[in-house]
């Protein structure tokens, strides 16, 4: 993350799984954007995530 998106700059992590990228982009500074196609990894990284953001976090949900 520190290396390939600078400072205040957005984050793409499309197959997020538990969402460790995510909150580390959070951690540096950075916005972030995270995806994937297994219901249950969106709903480890959403856990996880909302556990640190609070009532700010929510996920969207696309239908397929």
Partial sequence: VLSSCPPGGTVGDFFCGSGTTL??????????IGCDLEPAA???AARRLGKRLGAGFAVEEVPS
Avoid: N
């Fill in 42 to 44: 969106v709903e480890l």
């Fill in 23 to 32: 909150e580390a982009a959070r951690d540096s500074g950075r916005r972030w």
